[in-house]
């Protein structure tokens, strides 16, 4: 069953974010991008579990468009967002209790590697890509029009980077290290915050929301980790 999971969740993080162009989310009430969109779900759930014989699989993905249909006619913000990804995450819960032998059925269940493979690089991707979906619906309340403009995309890039860096030292057993990143991106910011009061606040919420937002995703994504065969990549004391 955990098998079964960890692919469908890597197959919804690729499938959400990084296979679904800006286009397909702007467009998400009209049915060709919906469409589109689906079939994307479809190809990657299949691919994840390695195989196209499972008529599961279409039921998902269906269960997958009604719940973005229904999100594309809600109000964009934060809350639209969490409660998208809890309902898309609770049917790959119920795909993977009900229908377990999905993975076991599959080209990739020889690979007793595979699934904790998969668990890393979904949690990658929710770290850094999702990450950066959430904290920017969290801040757009509070954006302040005056903040000294950096690089175009900078602190989209930075946010990616530091919550993979999170990530990354989570999963090698090292998360005191964390403490330097903090210290680090406080001295860089260091200027912009003690000139302005509102920027400094800012940048605190939009930090401490990417790092909390990191370590949990992280955590979880151990939590899941320890549960299916060794990677080979994780501290033998996990």
């Not at 989310?25 to 469409?35: D, I, S, T």
């Not at 299949?46 to 039921?59: H, M, N, P, S």
């Not at 890039?157 to 990530?167: A, D, K, P, S, V």
Request: proline letters at 4%.
């Amino acid at each position: 069953m955990i098998e079964t999971f960890a692919a469908l969740l890597l197959a919804h993080a690729l499938a959400d974010f990084v296979l679904q162009s800006r286009w397909m989310v702007a467009n998400k009430r009209r049915p060709a991008a919906l469409a589109l969109h689906g079939l994307v779900v479809l190809v990657t759930a299949a691919a994840a579990l390695g195989r196209i014989d499972a008529w599961e699989v279409a039921v998902l993905t269906a269960a997958h468009v009604v719940i973005d249909a229904v999100k594309a006619h809600l109000p964009r913000g934060l809350a639209r967002f969490l409660g998208d990804q809890a309902a898309h995450l609770a049917t790959l819960i119920a795909a993977a209790v009900l229908v377990p032998d999905l993975w076991a059925g599959g080209l990739w269940a020889r690979l007793d590697w595979a699934p904790g493979a998969m668990a890393l690089a979904a949690g990658l991707i929710l770290a850094t890509r999702a990450g950066g979906f959430a904290v920017e619906f969290l801040m757009a309340p509070l954006a302040v029009e005056d903040l000294p403009r950096g690089l175009t995309g900078g602190g989209m890039l930075i946010g990616m980077l530091e919550r993979g860096l999170i990530f990354l030292l989570v999963m090698v057993g090292q998360p005191a290290a964390i403490g330097f990143l903090i210290a680090a991106k406080s001295v860089l910011r260091f200027e912009v915050s003690s000139r302005d009061q509102r920027a400094g606040e800012y940048v605190i919420v939009g930090t401490l929301a990417s790092f909390g937002w990191a370590l949990a995703t992280a955590y979880a994504t151990l939590a899941l980790a320890e549960r299916l065969p060794a990677v080979g990549l994780l501290p033998a004391s996990r």
